[in-house]
Nanobody, 117 residues
Framework: QVQVVESGGGEVQPGGSLRLSCVVS????????IGWHRQAPGKQREFVAR???????MYADSVKGRFTISRDNTKNTVYLQMDNLKPEDTAVYYC???????????WGQGTQVTVSS
């Protein structure tokens, strides 16, 4: 089994930055990729970014060039560095860990990001 815990959300002004952290514990050797989705009020959850066990990254078009996903294997932690934040980035951000062999995805509890002047 895998457990996922996010942290680092908060409120920031447009153009500001935040860094989210996602700590993964448990059977992490079986995790194929770790990523982030977000859900804004009244909208469906959407993909933001992900990183594989070999550090290959993928981003949604809406965040390319502004967000950077990275991982520190020594800390079992994935980071989402968010720069040049916009009001439309306001959402609850969820980290997830996917295990393809087990057809399993584990989600965290979410962390709120608010971008407002």
């Amino acid at each position: 089994q895998v457990q996922v815990v996010e942290s680092g959300g908060g409120e920031v002004q447009p153009g500001g930055s935040l860094r989210l952290s996602c700590v993964v514990s448990g059977s992490i050797s079986s995790v194929d990729f770790i990523g982030w989705h977000r859900q804004a009020p009244g909208k469906q959850r959407e993909f933001v970014a992900r990183i594989t066990s070999s550090a290959v990254t993928m981003y949604a078009d809406s965040v390319k060039g502004r967000f950077t996903i990275s991982r520190d294997n020594t800390k079992n932690t994935v980071y989402l560095q968010m720069d040049n934040l916009k009001p439309e980035d306001t959402a609850v951000y969820y980290c997830y860990a996917a295990r393809l062999s087990a057809s399993s995805t584990t989600w965290g509890q979410g962390t709120q990001v608010t971008v407002s002047s």
